[in-house]
Nanobody
Framework: QVQLVESGGGLVQAGGSLRLSCAASGRISGINIMGWYRQAPGKQRELVASITSGGTTNYADSVKGRFTISRDDAKNTVYLQMNSLKPEDTAVYYC???????????WGQGTQVTVSS
């Protein structure tokens, strides 16, 4: 079983920055997609950003230009740099690893991000 452990969440004022990290128990190299999702109270979990094995990224429109996802396969870690944070970014952020053959998703336990106004 692959374990994903998020860290770096916390309380920050609007306009501030946080950097989330997701450490995987195994290698994140190979054919896979690493992603960050978030879930706010009363809302569905949504994709925030993802990055493929080849380095291709995609972002939710709501965070494009403010958040940056990156991965370091040598360290088995994926990051989410969050700048210009807004109160609406407040949520629990989850790390996701999607692999293929077979198709399978792994999830971290989540880390709380709270942005105050």
């Amino acid at each position: 079983q692959v374990q994903l452990v998020e860290s770096g969440g916390g309380l920050v004022q609007a306009g501030g920055s946080l950097r989330l990290s997701c450490a995987a128990s195994g290698r994140i190299s190979g054919i896979n997609i690493m992603g960050w999702y978030r879930q706010a109270p009363g809302k569905q979990r949504e994709l925030v950003a993802s990055i493929t094995s080849g380095g291709t990224t995609n972002y939710a429109d709501s965070v494009k230009g403010r958040f940056t996802i990156s991965r370091d396969d040598a360290k088995n870690t994926v990051y989410l740099q969050m700048n210009s944070l807004k109160p609406e970014d407040t949520a629990v952020y989850y790390c996701n690893r999607r692999v293929f053959l077979p198709n399978r998703d792994y999830w971290g336990q989540g880390t709380q991000v709270t942005v105050s106004s």
